[in-house]
């Protein structure tokens, strides 16, 4: 039986063997509650507070800054919900491609009659219009969020945050950004980035899922969440998961000491997946700026439809090889992806994301290639 082939890291990833063996005295002898005094409870507490201290010098962020969540849908919904309540942005300005953790929450403000909601235009190539999105911050004087993806999780286009974060300064607003695509796989100095919200989420970078982070700019005061107990400096109540932050801290120090060996690889079999599709499958394309500002771990090739192509994500599946048709939190559901909907409605073209880390190998991809050319 053939090996699993699994190209679909940007849904998760596997965790690393390192982050496991850091976590695993929380799980069995460290077990203390850390809000309790005694020498169990603080030792629980010391670990929280030295994961905080880490992940804030990787990204060049004050401590205080730094709150544990239970990963990036949760984050999301804190600083999206907070800027409306707390901040009084009464416009949200976002895109019809961001992740549904985003849109469904920008819908529910607005459903509610709590916010207005404007969408940016989007290029034909699946960027933000960075002139369309000046227009409608500069078309109104209520005090506005802007909500934009650091990286697309589907096609990987990737934003310059530098940029829209100076607009959103030049004109007032409130700057959220979901890089939960990017943060472990970038290097981010939040020192120098004018953004006052960002998410993360251990699972995207070898670390373990229910593990999250909310980075909210020290000048920006808000109210919790969540609310219950005095947890996470009165931010997020509820028992803190300790050994998810203790692996969060570890898997994050380990993407940053070996990015630059690793992304050079990751993007050397990204690019070698788009050079053997290209010559051996009529028809191929690829959605998005592929080969330009794009994650290097994401790759959306989209194949000629055919009565074979039809069933691809499935027999891809009962070849071993796992893909998606899209964001893996939508990819049960008929409806196919909203990002690819909203970039190009190509009926008669099916589209298939395939996602790398540093286990990929480009046999891997040959292997995917040969099986693609018999499903197609």
Do not use: W
């Amino acid at each position: 039986m053939q090996r699993r082939i699994y190209f679909d890291n940007a849904a998760t990833t596997a965790l690393a063997p390192e982050v496991l063996e850091v976590m695993l005295p929380y799980m069995t002898e460290k077990f203390g509650n850390p809000s309790s005094i005694y020498s169990y409870g603080r030792e629980s507490r010391l670990a929280i507070e030295n994961a905080r201290k880490a992940v804030a010098k990787i990204l060049h962020a004050h401590p205080a800054e730094i709150f544990f969540t239970s990963g990036g849908t949760e984050s999301s919904n804190a600083a999206i919900t907070a800027s409306v309540r707390d901040l009084g942005c009464k416009r949200i300005i976002s895109s019809p491609i961001e992740h549904h953790a985003v849109l469904h929450t920008v819908e529910y403000l607005y459903k509610r009659g709590e916010a207005q909601l404007l969408f940016v235009k989007l290029l034909p190539d699946g960027h933000i219009d960075l002139e369309n999105l000046e227009q409608l911050l500069a078309g109104s004087e209520e005090k506005t969020l802007v909500t934009l993806m650091h990286a697309n999780n589907e096609i990987g286009n990737l934003l310059n945050l530098h940029t829209v974060g100076e607009m959103c300064r030049l004109y007032g607003a409130v700057f959220h950004s979901d890089t939960v695509q990017t943060i472990g796989h970038y290097p981010i100095d939040l020192r120098h980035t004018p953004v006052h919200f960002i998410t993360a989420s251990a699972h995207k970078f070898h670390g373990p899922k229910g593990s999250g982070l909310l980075y909210i700019n020290e000048n920006v005061s808000i109210e919790p969440y969540i609310h219950g107990g005095s947890q996470e400096r009165n931010m997020r109540a509820g028992t803190e998961n300790l050994y998810g932050i203790v692996g969060f801290a570890k898997a994050l120090e380990l993407a940053t000491v070996n990015f630059e060996a690793e992304s050079g690889y990751i993007k050397s079999v990204k690019l070698y997946m788009a050079e053997q599709l290209k010559k051996h499958i009529k028809g191929v394309g690829f959605n998005g700026d592929y080969a330009g500002q794009s994650l290097y771990t994401v790759l959306n090739v989209s194949l000629p439809k055919t009565e074979k192509s039809e069933m691809l994500l499935f027999n891809l599946d009962i070849n071993n090889i796992c893909a998606s048709g899209g964001s893996a939190c939508t990819s049960g559901a008929e409806q196919g992806s909203h990002v690819i909907r909203a970039i190009h409605n190509d009926p008669g073209s099916i589209a298939v994301r395939f996602s790398f880390c540093r286990h990929n190998t480009k046999a891997e991809v040959d292997t995917v290639v040969e099986k693609l050319k018999e499903l197609i």
